[in-house]
């Protein structure tokens, strides 16, 4: 199963995260999860909110590029070794792991990793044969 991640382009400028927020808060939108990359010009915000279209339509309206992407989100116990034994899974399989990050709350109080992978049908079939959950929301 995978989940909408929606990606925004920022300049690399002081308070851009700022109007994203505040933009997504005014817009009654959660964000379950987020991350960023930067260079030194530009940043990629990387979010998963709990109403995608709404997101997407204020941010788009605010003057924000958006992106939406097919990610997997997968729930792991909160304990040490849950992260690195799906790791394992993805390497022996050969999947590759564009890159990843996590929100340490779910509606479970487990962990949700977000992930990118190269193949996501082989990854979503690695998680489910080994008796770890995709989740569609959080």
């Known amino acids: 199963m995978e989940i909408k991640q929606i990606s925004v382009f920022l300049e690399n400028n002081p308070g851009r995260m700022g109007e994203v927020t505040k933009t997504l ?3 009654g939108v959660n964000i379950r999860a987020i991350s960023i990359a930067d260079t030194a010009d530009f940043g990629i915000l990387r979010l998963i ?15 924000f590029t ?9 729930e792991i116990d909160d304990t040490p070794g849950s992260l690195a034994r799906i790791m394992e899974l993805f390497q022996k399989s050969n999947v ?3 890159y990843l ?4 709350e779910g509606k479970t109080g487990k962990a949700v990793v977000i992930f990118k992978l190269k193949d996501h049908e082989k990854g979503i079939q690695i998680v489910k ?9 959080f």
């Open 66 to 74: 958006t992106r939406l992407t097919d990610v997997t989100a997968v």
């Open 96 to 98: 590759n792991i564009d």
């Open 101 to 104: 990050y996590a929100s340490l």
């Open 25 to 27: 808060a005014n817009a």
């Open 129 to 137: 044969e080994n008796g770890l959950s995709t989740v569609a929301s």
């Open 49 to 63: 909110v709990d109403k995608v279209d709404p997101a997407v339509a204020a941010l788009n309206q605010a003057g």
